[in-house]
């Protein structure tokens, strides 16, 4: 299933990934996009119980992210000044 191809392009200057390059790179940020609407949406619903599950939605869901656009993106996450690579 994993074939190895990039899903996130790298960032020109600084660190990190920039945006998607691939379908699944788009799902993966979308999904994230959906999970953080749903967690403000439980959180402005219910001060108390609302805004932790919110944020037992949005927490899991970044790092998920993160994760995803770390290991999938071309030539990895470091530091860049602008050159061409």
Excluded: C, H, N
């Amino acid at each position: 299933m994993d074939d190895g191809r990039p899903w996130f392009a790298q960032k020109r200057y600084g660190y990190g990934a920039g945006l998607p390059i691939a379908w699944q790179g788009w799902a993966v940020l979308g999904a994230w996009l959906l999970a953080l609407l749903i967690g403000i949406g439980l959180a402005a619903w219910d001060e108390d119980v609302g805004l932790i599950a919110g944020l037992a939605l949005i927490v899991p869901a970044t790092a998920a992210l993160i994760y995803a656009s770390a290991i999938k993106t071309r030539g990895g996450w470091r530091w860049r000044w602008g050159g061409d690579e």
